[in-house]
């Protein structure tokens, strides 16, 4: 069974009255997500590697190697690096072993599979939700791999997926170039069963060549055809699910849920930002939305978040995030990554939807 990156992130213990939750990440979107959960002067604990002296400086020889201790870091930066997959969070020693001095600085390498313990002083309402939008299922995937010879149906689940039907086309075997009239409907069939079963959010069809052109043109079912997404493999036996588990396609599907609601809510903001009405943008004209108690939703990106923190303004993101929140009003970090984020730093990278005009 292939491991695809649909595990959800695990809550391991929680206890928000010490302000303390334990978690593990489990994918790369769980790191994204973390990186907007972790802030400066939180307390991050857990096993890491730390390089470790023996002798002192002025001693001729002094040996170092690498060891895996557990460490308690106050956290001072906090840096998401998309490209190499690792969660960089940096600090300086609260507790650890006797060889590690207390206020020395360390970075932990936060990556997939890696389990975290956060304190913070106070939880908001924007942290718990990022977790639970990391906890929650995938999105319910059916892939389909074939050629003019043979089918594979796969159910995607949350550690790898499932194969749930093999089918066998008959090759007209004159010409070897094109499977049998009723391949293709036995193909749609099945996934008409599949959709209908398991109400399925995403379907990929994946083939060699242009096998999957041919599908779509005898393909007349117009709800299964929105939620298909092509992909091609470099063939079609059983191999090739794993092959498909390493596939672009695969990664933008599993993205897409989130990128839609991201969508919705930008497009929201642009819509009031264009009637001149019920909305604010700029951190100007944010704050003092807020300080009227007027947001209904604050939007704001990641992009927006790490440059306040590397020029040392968090403090007052902050202290919005957390008006806004004891004004019942609801926050929403947006990915700089896709083009709603794109479109919401153009503006500044925060805006806010208002419950009534300020001006």
């Not at 096993?47 to 023996?54: M, P, Q």
């Not at 309402?125 to 299922?137: Q, T």
């Not at 393909?219 to 390493?246: F, G």
Request: proline fraction near 3%; aromatic fraction near 8%; glycine fraction near 6%.
């Amino acid at each position: 069974m292939g491991k695809i990156e649909a595990e959800t992130m695990k809550i391991i213990h929680k206890n928000l009255k010490n302000g303390e939750i334990k978690l593990k990440a489990e994918n790369l979107d769980d790191l994204w997500y973390l990186s907007s959960i972790v802030e400066p002067q939180d307390l991050v604990s857990g096993k890491t590697v730390r390089k470790i002296k023996l002798g002192g400086e002025e001693e001729r020889k002094v040996t170092a190697f690498k060891k895996e201790i557990f460490l308690e870091i106050r956290v001072e930066n906090v840096e998401f690096h998309k490209y190499s997959n690792s969660l960089r969070i940096s600090g300086t020693v609260v507790q650890g072993p006797e060889d590690v001095p207390k206020a020395s600085y360390h970075t932990f390498n936060i990556e997939p599979g890696s389990t975290i313990k956060i304190v913070k002083k106070e939880w908001l309402r924007l942290h718990l939700d990022r977790i639970e939008a990391a906890s929650v299922s995938p999105p319910k995937i059916l892939v389909c791999i074939f050629d003019r010879e043979e089918a594979h149906f796969y159910l995607l689940r949350r550690q790898g997926y499932e194969k749930v039907l093999e089918l066998k086309g008959e090759v007209e075997k004159k010409f070897m170039k094109t499977a049998s009239k009723d391949f293709y409907p036995q193909i749609i069939k099945a996934l008409q069963e599949y959709n209908k079963r398991y109400k399925l959010d995403k379907i990929i069809i994946a083939t060699p060549a242009f096998w999957k052109e041919y599908l779509m043109k005898e393909l007349t079912d117009q709800e299964l055809k929105e939620k298909i997404v092509t992909a091609t493999v470099s063939s079609a036996d059983k191999t090739a699910i794993n092959e498909m588990m390493k596939r672009p396609e695969l990664e933008n599907v599993l993205k897409q849920d989130r990128i839609a609601k991201e969508e919705a809510l930008v497009s929201q903001l642009l819509e009031q930002i264009g009637k001149d009405n019920l909305a604010e943008y700029g951190l100007k004209n944010v704050e003092e939305a807020v300080n009227a108690g007027a947001v209904e939703k604050l939007l704001l990106t990641d992009f927006f978040i790490q440059k306040a923190r590397q020029e040392s303004n968090y403090a007052q993101i902050e202290i919005l995030l957390k008006l806004t929140e004891s004004m019942k009003g609801i926050v929403f970090i947006i990915s700089s990554e896709n083009q709603p984020g794109i479109s919401l730093d153009g503006i500044g990278g925060i805006g806010a939807i208002l419950r009534y005009k300020i001006k």
